[in-house]
């Protein structure tokens, strides 16, 4: 199987209202947390709505900012859990040997050795940095691998695999 293509990005996720006048808080998975608003309007995952960011500002874990539309913070709460995403064309090009996170989903991870470990089925990030979520072959167990260039020395997104070699005791 080869990596599943995304034709949309997901940029972040509201975790709650900030104030009154409808500001929220998002947590953004872009490199620069503020370059959220740089990629056009945003949209939830189910493509039922789409919002442009007015304006951002830094704050502990992500940005707080004000979405076209939403004025009060009754609107802004009934957006909180839901991802933001955007069409993948409006993203810069990609150096060659960089990806998107997403596009690590749907990857087989395989040992060293060759043996087949199971599938990346997301990316996780809990705070302590990006962890891929594997779920074992033959199993619907997961296990998290620490996406760190020593656990997982080598992505061929082309391939439709990454090579893993995860840390003494993490199975």
Known sequence: MTGKRRDRI?????????????????????EDPEAIGDYGALELEDGSRSFTVERRRLTQGGVIAKLGGIDDRNEAESLRGQMLYVPRERLPELEEDEFYLADLIGLQAVRISGELLGEVVAVQNFGAGDLLEVRRAGSAQTIYVPFTREA????????????????????
Not at 13 to 30: L, P, S, Y
Not at 152 to 162: A, C, H, M, N, T
């Open 10 to 30: 997901c940029l972040g996720t509201i975790v709650a209202a900030h104030g009154v006048r409808g500001e929220v808080k998002i947590r953004t998975f872009t």
């Open 152 to 171: 997982v020395p080598e992505v061929d997104i082309s391939g439709g695999r990454l090579v893993v070699d995860p840390p003494d005791g993490l199975e």
